[in-house]
């Protein structure tokens, strides 16, 4: 079983800044990418950005240049800087983590959620 906490969503105004993140704990034997995901009312889940444990990530154009992923392999923990804040950002965040637990084999996890709100 793996846990994945959340934290750091709120609300700011447009140009803002939020750091969003993410702990994973439980049997964990390797997380081999760790992303998050965000859904909007009325709109499918969609990918924000992803990183693996060697460090390649891979991010929406809407976020380019905007949010940064980072991720501490050893605390199994994943961040998302979001700079630039715009309402469309607007939206539930759900962490995700992929690897190999030390018992259960592969496994795919996502966290709660946390909302981000930006006002205009």
């Known amino acids: 079983q793996v846990q994945l906490v959340e934290s750091g969503g709120g609300l700011v105004h447009t140009g803002g800044s939020l750091r969003l993140s993410c702990a994973a704990s439980?049997?964990?034997?390797?997380?081999?990418?760790m992303g998050w995901y965000r859904q909007a009312p009325g709109k499918q889940r969609e990918l924000v950005a992803i990183?693996?444990?060697?460090?390649?990530?891979n991010y929406a154009d809407s976020v380019k240049g905007r949010f940064t992923i980072s991720r501490d392999n050893a605390k199994n923990t994943v961040h998302l800087q979001m700079n630039s804040l715009k309402p469309e950002d607007t939206a539930v965040y759900y962490c995700?983590?992929?690897?190999?637990?030390?018992?259960?084999?592969?496994?795919?996890?996502w966290g709660q959620g946390t909302q981000v709100t930006v006002s205009s």
């Open positions: 439980g049997s964990i034997f390797t997380i081999n990418a």
């Open positions: 995700n983590a992929d690897g190999v637990g030390y018992y259960s084999g592969r496994f795919n996890y």
């Open positions: 990183i693996t444990s060697g460090g390649s990530t």
